[in-house]
């Protein structure tokens, strides 16, 4: 059998999988109850159940109706995909160890690079202007505690 | 005349020097990001969620609420001037207005949206005044199952009048009110889903996930296709003021399309986007006077319409939000969970509850238009020199403050990560052609709908068919039905896939 649009194709399994995680971990793990007193599972599984059985249909469709081009999914923008994310979450992790004066340019520099054109010059401006601006910003106006000096110096 | 009292009590909040600035600042704000492109409201509200934390519930929904129709204003600049449309709300101010600025007729067009969105916004405001005490009055008339049955008719109707596949967007609904069920039961205090982490027994926050897809998402997936140049047309914005002629073919443009936007707004998944589509065509089909311009080559009908329709659906969409605490959009899903933030329970409550609020937001809006059209006829200048910010300096900036407000939220790095999987979840649903928008109606609204389902099988103790016997409830679930039924038709199928085709 050929899949006549790759997209659909994927989304209907995606849907497919997560319908019956969901369901299965709810049976598995939370008191269903009944009816006439839902317990915690109740609305998950119908949930669950009911995205699967969409999800199939999708799927189904995706094999069955014909379309132009057979819609495919395309080349994965690995670079801006895994630099922007791990970019983020790298900050999450350190910005309690090294602060916002080391953490914030870095992230800057490093996500700047998921773009085509990357200028060392153009990130490093953008990185001072952005650290200066969210001090003014989140430090001194809006008064949120956020770490700005790493923790082993101290401060 | 209790209008004019409440109206009266709503400018009064208003006027206060504190409300006024933020209403200032985020009708501000919404231009800009309005004006750029690859910048959407959703993702700036949810920037901006995590810093309302230090105001009070009043001003901080009227600086988001001021970021919505901000939007739109900036959009419709950006789509005359250089064909882009900032918003997705102003894809079809494009076609005219941008063939009117290629015949050195900008300033026309930016005036006909200007004002005509300022007439609409009044009409918008006084609709939302007038209508929203009845309707309050009749939500209190509901049931756990009505309550249930009117969620699912607004997250049909969200997804009916959306584009792209139903079915993928219905799925997408049930994948967002199961994220939502990623939290501690309400009933039996069993926490659910959260693999022993303790951060997730309190469910993941929404404001982790419309930044991890609207802003982390959009900005892969815009840093994926190659740049594009864009051409602007600065040189000639002089002689702002629209002829005498103008103006008598613009007024009927604009009555229409503030009529449609308003009637568009209220209904769930409609709003600015759907107002200014069908505002367009109905332009279109109106019969030309002699001596017109032809529509596609810059007629000033085919800007004021969809200008004034898109404002006025902004506006009256705040209607199911404020009576029935039923969010219509992504935007409105994001002003319920500002609510929610600020410890007000989102529903037909809040009008009695908290009337300062309620009428104060409302009349901000109007003072937020007011403030919008004399800020933006001077400033366009201004507006047209942010469009030469590069890309590659915006993208950082976006997912710094997307960052720091990331981690703001609770101060810990797990929102953080949370966010960054959501961006890679984005991604995921971009290159599969999955609308995330109403994913996220699902995932505010889940919790919510079961506790009502709950409630309601308990009341009719484990009767489901109390849903289609009580005539309130039968009547919205049949409403939600009909949509299917209607968008499923053959021949409806076909006009509305046309329609969407013109994006």
Redo the contacts between chains.
Sequence with gaps: MKIKSQRDFWSGLMFIVVGIAFAWGAAANYNFGSSARPGPAYFPFGLGVLLAILGAFVTLKALTIETEDGEPVGAWAWRPLLWICLSIAAFGFLLPKLGMIITLPLLVVVSAMAGDEFHWKDAALNAVILTVGSWAIFILGLKLTIPLWPSFLGA | MELLNNLALGFGVAFTLQNLLYAFFGAMLGTLIGVLPGLGPVATIAMLL??IY?LDATPALIMLAGIYYGAQYGGSTTAILINVPGESSSVVTAIDGYQMARKGRAGAALAAAGLGSFFAGCVGTIIIAAFAPPLTELAFKFGPAEYFSLMVLGLIGAVVLASG?L??A??MI??G??LG?INT?V??G?P??SFDIPELTDGIGFVAIAMGVFG?GE???N??R??EHREVFTKDVKGLWPTFADFKQAFPAVLRGTALGSLLGVLPGGGALLAAFAAYTVEKKTPAKPGEVPFGQGNIRGVAGPESANNAGAQTSFIPMLTLGIPPNAVMALMVGAMTIKGIQPGPQVMTSNPQLFWGLIASMWVGNLMLIILNLPLIGMWIKLLTV????L???I??????G???LN?S?????I???F??VG??FW????EPAPLLLGFILGPM??EN??RA??LS????TTFVTRPLSAGLLAAAALMVVVVMLPSIKKKREEAFQEE
């Design positions: 995590p810093s230090a596949s079915i993928k219905i799925s049930l994948l009110l199961l069920q039961d009933i039996s069993v659910r889903y982390f900005i892969i997936s840093l994926s190659p740049a590069p890309y590659r300096f993208f950082p900036a997912i710094v403050f997307c960052s720091i990331l981690y703001t101060n790095p797990f929102d953080v990560y966010g960054a999987l961006g890679l991604y995921l290159k599969l052609g999955c709908m079961e389902l709950r099988l308990l103790r484990g009767d489901w």
